[in-house]
């Protein structure tokens, strides 16, 4: 527990590495995976990544926000464990309801004061946000400007994602129609990123998986050279594993700014619902 005894608190969505969660006590809501059996896990819990990719061939499963009484149950978990007051980061409130739920059960929390950030990205980027709540709060940063301090840090953030297969997406309801269409047909693949309001809007266009890859290393780059320091973050997930250290490479000798930190990460399940297993994403957050 930190000396502030503020508690951190995050939905799966926001793709925050595990060993950081244990070692800062994060505690997490996880999104639901929903089949049409009826049977429902809860991401990164009672089903992993691997066995969402494995049930493909069955299945596109739907995601749901966690509900309402699950949100409070760990806000009250952590005022049970000592915690004072707390701070919630969550994933754009452009693509999920949890931010706004969160912000629901949080006001309805006597005696426990509760911060809900919208991060207005997803996945690996989000979690750059948590890491910030996490080292604000541990500076000492009093509870009462942690707000303005994460709005800066969310400003500061950007993800780029590209994927192999657009269907994930579509069936999702990620991305239009039109969208999906130019990709399947003219092999086209967008660049998708957040805009300032958390949707998901195109960077770029290229043809090509392999053209992708290099053109999000370039965006990424460019993006990092607007700062002097920068952290920077790659997600891959299992099936786009092996080019990893090559896009790491590729990128580390592309940012002129000082990199203070490079993070790694997978795909948790409840993201790989919507972007299918053949995904690259990035994140660079200025310092």
Request: with cysteine.
């Amino acid at each position: 527990m930190n000396k502030q005894r503020i508690a951190i608190i995050t939905d799966s969505g926001t793709d925050t590495d595990e060993d950081f969660r244990k070692e800062h006590d994060i505690r997490i809501m996880p999104l639901r995976i929903i089949y049409s059996d009826g049977s429902t896990f809860s991401s990164g819990i009672d089903i992993s990544s691997d066995e969402v990719v494995r049930r493909f061939g069955e299945e596109i499963p739907t995601t749901s926000l966690p509900s309402p009484h699950e949100m409070r149950k760990v806000l009250e978990q952590a005022r049970d464990d000592g915690y004072t007051k707390a701070v919630v980061v969550t994933i754009a409130s452009a693509l999920s309801a949890t931010n706004q739920t969160a912000r629901m059960v949080a006001n309805e929390m006597e005696g426990f004061p509760v911060l809900v950030v919208d991060s207005k990205s997803i996945g690996i980027a989000a979690g750059m946000v948590v890491r910030r709540a996490v080292e604000y709060v541990e500076a000492g940063v009093p509870f009462e400007q942690l707000e303005e301090r994460l709005t800066q840090s969310v400003e500061r953030t950007d993800v780029f994602f590209a994927v192999k297969s657009l269907e994930y997406l579509y069936k999702g309801g990620r991305i239009n129609s039109a969208i999906y269409r130019l990709g399947s047909i003219l092999n086209i693949k967008p660049i998708l990123t957040c805009s300032k309001e958390g949707y998901y809007t195109i960077a770029k266009k290229v043809r090509g998986w392999g053209k992708a890859l290099d053109t999000i290393v370039g965006v990424v780059a460019e993006k990092a050279n607007g700062f002097d320091r920068v952290r920077l973050a790659l997600c891959c997930t299992k099936a786009t594993s092996k080019v990893r250290s090559l896009l790491e490479t590729r990128l580390r000798s592309q940012v002129r700014a000082e990199i203070l930190e490079f993070l790694s990460s997978s795909l948790p399940p409840d993201l790989i619902v919507h972007t299918g297993p053949e995904l690259v994403g990035m994140g660079v957050q200025g310092a």
